[in-house]
């Protein structure tokens, strides 16, 4: 029979006891922040309270605000049954827009994007159908493989040329925008209200396994968003100001990395990019990039990810004591 010191007791329940909270907990143990201080001592060892919250750093502080709804979904009014196939690749949804406010929506802030942007482009109508990766690229990239684990880690070594006339070339930075500003698409490329040109942004997802979530954008000019590969969403009618959402759109997510590709092209007046997911989703995944503000860094974070690893449930992960931070009242 297994003999434990009686010295030891407490340091083992009060392990228990963490342990089991943290289980219970159902949402990921590397986005939480923990506070525990001592409850209580008794014959049986030491009780400990402990209060959870979860950590997104790749989130306006607004998304924490008390009763604030606004990042929350249409019920009901969802685009379904994508990837677009076919002719709908460039066509825009059919279904009436929601034209919502959503100013306190947990939007992106964070992204790996090219260091320029593609300058000189006729006008959205004109450059939108035509795929400026490949162009770029020579065809060693497209769209839709910028789109996947693959074709996100050959941007390493792959830098983008679209020649003098359409902006030179360029490699891969982190940007970081903010959401209520009209003009945020040029806000990491001179700013200001800039006219006819391109961009393109990339986010990494890492989910715990495959689910359904909810995407939601808003754009000025033409949006376009591809995951892993497929295209989730094309509509080239802007959508009314910076926060304001047309649709929103269920997509699905592998567990592991998902790689997602918004590009927006733009022809004048405001210049705007945003894009959220739903509670739910936000509450279950990370984002990349998170605390990487270079190049390098960004594939540090993403190495995990996209070797098609998931955030780990709770229930798999060793409970040590650095897993939480304790104060003492």
């Not at 963490?18 to 506070?35: E, K, M, R």
């Not at 490949?134 to 910028?146: F, I, N, S, V």
């Not at 996100?152 to 902006?167: E, R």
């Not at 006219?195 to 393109?200: A, C, M, P």
């Amino acid at each position: 029979m297994l003999q434990i010191k009686k010295q030891f007791l407490p340091v083992m329940m009060a392990w228990v006891f963490v342990a089991t909270l943290l289980i219970a907990l159902p949402i990921l143990a590397q986005d939480l922040d923990c506070v525990c201080k001592e409850k209580e001592k008794n014959e049986n060892g030491i009780v400990l309270e402990c209060v959870c919250n979860p950590l997104n750093v790749n989130k306006p502080n607004n998304n924490n605000k008390p009763n604030n709804n606004q990042g929350q979904i249409a019920k009901g009014k969802r685009l379904t049954g994508g990837p677009l196939k076919g002719a709908q690749l460039l066509n825009n949804p059919a279904a009436e827009a929601l034209a919502q406010d959503r100013p306190g929506a947990p939007w992106i802030t964070k992204w790996y994007a090219p260091a320029g942007i593609y300058t000189k482009n006729g006008g959205f109508a004109n450059s939108g159908p035509i795929d400026l990766i490949a162009k770029g690229t020579r065809d060693k990239l497209t769209q839709p493989k910028l789109a996947t684990a693959a074709g996100l880690l050959k941007t390493q070594n792959t830098k983008l040329n679209w020649g003098n006339k359409n902006g030179g070339s360029c490699d891969w930075k982190i940007i970081e925008i903010t959401p209520n500003n009209g003009n945020n698409m040029g806000e990491n490329y001179g700013g200001g209200d800039q006219s006819n040109f391109d961009t393109y942004a990339i986010i990494v997802i890492q989910a715990p396994s495959k689910l359904k979530a909810v995407m939601s954008t808003a754009h000025d000019d033409w949006a376009q968003v591809w995951i892993n590969g497929e295209k989730w969403y094309n509509n080239s009618k802007w959508t009314g100001g910076a926060l304001k959402v047309s649709y929103d759109v269920e997509v699905e997510l592998n567990r592991g990395g998902n790689v997602l590709l918004y590009r927006c092209g733009e022809s004048g007046g405001s210049d705007y990019f945003n894009l959220h997911f739903d509670d739910v989703t936000d509450r279950k995944v990370k984002y990349y990039p998170n605390n990487a503000n270079t190049k390098a860094g960004f594939f540090v974070e993403v190495n995990r990810a996209l070797r098609g690893l998931a955030i780990e449930p709770v229930d798999k992960l060793p409970v040590t004591w650095s897993d939480i931070k304790r104060t003492n009242n």
